[in-house]
Nanobody, 115 residues
Framework: VQLQASGGGLVQPGGSLRLSCAAS????????MGWYRQVPGKQRELVAR???????NYADSVKGRFFISRDNAKNTVYLQMNSLKPEDTAVYYC??????????WGQGTQVTVSS
């Protein structure tokens, strides 16, 4: 599976961004789709995931502010990020489970929240 992410950028605190990630290749093997993020010196953390049946899970730090969705017809996963905080600044990676392990990763997109 190949993943192409887009949508990062610079935004002021309280602002919004939407990340997109399109999958191609062996898409029949995809189960969950998700977004991770990483800051220098820290481990990559799971931000949100959406299962093939639509069930979602979120990190506590983003609950109520971030929303993940997927369009199976377009093989695309989205991350709507609202009420952004400086601590949300990170490189965001999309990923897919094929079928039970996070096996494919996008190239990463930088999100910077700063005034």
């Amino acid at each position: 599976v190949q993943l192409q992410a887009s949508g990062g950028g610079l935004v002021q605190p309280g602002g919004s961004l939407r990340l997109s990630c399109a999958a191609s290749g062996s898409i029949f093997s995809i189960n969950d789709m998700g977004w991770y993020r990483q800051v220098p010196g820290k481990q990559r953390e799971l931000v949100a995931r959406v299962a093939s049946n639509g069930n979602t899970n979120y990190a506590d730090s983003v609950k109520g502010r971030f929303f993940i969705s997927r369009d199976n017809a377009k093989n695309t996963v989205y991350l709507q990020m609202n009420s952004l905080k400086p601590e949300d600044t990170a490189v965001y990676y999309c990923a897919t489970k094929e079928p039970t392990a996070w096996g494919s990763w996008g190239q990463g997109t930088q999100v910077t929240v700063s005034s």
